[in-house]
Antibody, heavy 120, light 107 residues
Framework: EVQLVESGGGLVKPGRSLRLSCTAS????????MSWFRQAPGKGLEWVGF??????????EYAASVKGRFTISRDDSKSIAYLQMNSLKTEDTAVYYC???????????WGQGTMVTVSS | SYVLTQPPSVSVAPGQTARITCGGN??????VHWYQQKPGQAPVLVVY???DRPSGIPERFSGSNSGNTATLTISRVEAGDEADYYC??????????FGGGTKLTVL
């Protein structure tokens, strides 16, 4: 079964850091670009960033709202994507989803999400 | 920056056809993708590249895109189709973005 499982969410104080993990199974992880999205409580979907596959350089792109604070990386040997979040703000509070990019820039597999709450 | 506009809500009776629009400047020149999200669940891709369906998505879900409007059409609506629906595009000036979402209510 093709699956993505996020972990690492929790409660963190403003200004602190948190690292989320996304463990993939059921497909050849290294062949795909992986993206992170988030959804604040009661709000819509927001793209956070993505990392290309090694075949396309493994480079990253980020939304303006997180650029310079968040970093996406990947370990293809472990089939894991990471989202390192630094200098967290209260407005970063959201459910964070890991996704697989397919069909160009559409996302066909989503994890169940992990909640990040930034509060003092 | 590029903006995608969706109606906040659409209501339809069971068995009827629901049409959810996504407006954007010359959106017909972009590839539009649609996601369904039920309460407490992750989004599910239902249409990609304007009108293609991923494996496992019923034929009742279809899409079109022309001019300034993309449309997700759900035929023979069922109670289980009640959800939020989001359109998504990639724009070179705004990166990847979503519409604000449309809540589909099945009466």
């Amino acid at each position: 079964e093709v699956q993505l499982v996020e972990s690492g969410g929790g409660l963190v104080k403003p200004g602190r850091s948190l690292r989320l993990s996304c463990t993939a199974s059921g497909f050849t992880f290294g062949d795909y670009a992986m993206s992170w999205f988030r959804q604040a409580p009661g709000k819509g979907l927001e793209w956070v960033g993505f990392i290309r596959s090694k075949a396309y350089g493994g480079t990253t792109e980020y939304a303006a709202s997180v650029k310079g604070r968040f970093t996406i990386s990947r370990d293809d040997s472990k089939s894991i994507a990471y989202l390192q979040m630094n200098s967290l703000k209260t407005e970063d509070t959201a459910v964070y989803y890991c996704t697989r990019e397919a069909y160009g820039d559409a996302f066909d597999i989503w994890g169940q999400g992990t909640m990040v709450t930034v509060s003092s | 920056s590029y903006v995608l506009t969706q109606p906040p809500s659409v209501s339809v009776a069971p068995g009827q056809t629901a049409r959810i629009t996504c407006g954007g400047n010359n959106i017909g020149s972009k590839s539009v993708h649609w996601y369904q999200q039920k309460p407490g669940q992750a989004p599910v891709l239902v249409v990609y590249d304007d009108s293609d369906r991923p494996s496992g998505i019923p034929e009742r879900f279809s899409g079109s895109n022309s001019g300034n409007t993309a449309t997700l059409t759900i035929s023979r609506v069922e109670a289980g189709d009640e959800a939020d629906y989001y359109c998504q595009v990639w724009d070179s000036s705004s990166d990847l973005l979503f519409g604000g979402g449309t809540k589909l209510t099945v009466l």
